[in-house]
């Protein structure tokens, strides 16, 4: 039996929903959306479910990951009732859901909280930093190897487990009976979408945004290869530093396109953007444009001479590393993954 909670609809807003109970369930939003199917028919189940409070079968659900935001079906609701704006709304929620140490709750709903986090993680880099007396090659060894146990230790304390709640509430929990050869047989569906996100080629006009986040994943990915497996900072191939010179100025470029858009608020999928939306496009260009500057000095020879630009680095890097990555909305493109692949295990 579902578990009804009265007060969802008021927790809902805390991520950013609008007046969705203006809906009369006409079904506008279902008939001109391009992505949904008979069998997997949305936004208007979720904007019942969220306006009567069941908890329960959005949890267990995968739809409000199938959907891309394309903004049609906001655009042409009678009521004003937001759904597109709602399905990203109920992303940020299961976001926290799945999060066992409850802190993507917390930035996602109070934005002093997020202030004071990136605060604190900036203050805490200069202090190490400053105990090491500002010696800049320590630090940047330091560094380096900060990057590769971030990453490790994020994803096995923090995404891991939290894909594994995923999987409770979607598959373990309504009891879905999946063979273990599923499981090795549907890894393919995994990857293309992790890489490629092909299912939002099916929304309608969307061929441009797509073609931008393919380039940014792969930039953003090589990137992250360069600098932490080739060591591009320290790296003297010149192949290798003139890859990370492009994959940097690859990521800088189209987080300035995404930058642009939401401040233009040209297109519906910008025009409601909320504190983590800013964050993670913000951070994300000067991910790209910080490393860029790194590596120029060091080619210049007087990084040393101005450690700032390390050291602004390095910041930028931890709040992305320690905060967007786990608890913002980078994880939405491992959640997002991760449903298309227990959506071809439940099929």
């Known amino acids: 039996m579902a578990t009804i909670n009265p007060e969802f609809g008021k927790e809902l807003k805390k991520y950013g929903a609008f007046d969705f109970n203006a809906c009369y369930n006409c079904g506008t939003c279902t008939s001109v959306c391009s992505l949904s199917t008979e069998e997997n028919s949305f936004p208007r189940e979720m904007v019942r479910c969220s306006a009567v409070g069941d908890e329960d079968a959005i949890k267990e659900s995968l739809k409000p990951w199938l959907c891309y935001y394309c903004g049609e079906c906001t655009t042409s609701c009678p009521r004003e009732a937001k759904p597109g704006e709602l ?3 109920l992303r940020r929620y299961l976001t926290a859901a799945y999060d066992w140490t409850g802190l993507s709750g917390l930035l996602y ?59 409770y509430f979607v598959i373990l929990k309504p009891k879905v009976k999946v063979p273990f050869k599923s499981y090795i047989t549907s890894l393919g569906e995994l990857f293309v979408h992790m890489f490629t996100q092909k299912r939002s080629l099916g929304c309608d006009d969307n061929q ?79 991910m790209g444009l910080t490393a860029f500057l790194v590596r120029l000095f060091i080619d210049l020879k007087i990084l040393e001479y101005n450690f700032w630009m390390y050291l602004f680095h390095w910041i930028v890097l931890a709040q992305w590393a320690l905060l967007i990555v786990p608890f913002g909305k980078w994880t939405h493109f491992l959640y997002r993954s991760f449903a298309m692949y227990m959506e071809k295990l439940k099929a």
């Open 87 to 89: 399905m990203m709304s």
């Open 208 to 286: 441009v945004r797509w073609f931008e986040h393919f380039i940014l994943v792969i930039g953003y990915l090589s990137l992250l290869f360069t600098t932490v497996f080739l060591d591009w900072f320290s790296a003297t191939n010149l192949l290798v530093i003139i890859l990370g010179y492009v994959e940097s100025a690859i990521i800088f470029i189209v987080t300035v396109d995404f930058v642009s858009g939401r401040i233009k608020k040209n297109k519906e999928v910008s025009k409601n953007s909320q504190p983590s939306d800013w964050f993670f496009v913000i951070w994300l260009l000067l």
């Open 109 to 167: 709903k109070s934005l002093p909280v997020s202030i004071i986090a990136f605060i604190s993680v900036a203050i805490g880099v200069i202090w190490y930093s400053a105990s090491q007396q500002f010696e800049v090659e320590k630090i940047m060894h330091i560094g380096h190897y900060f990057e590769m146990f971030a990453i490790a230790g994020v994803f096995a304390v923090i995404l891991l487990p939290n894909l594994i709640r995923m999987w």
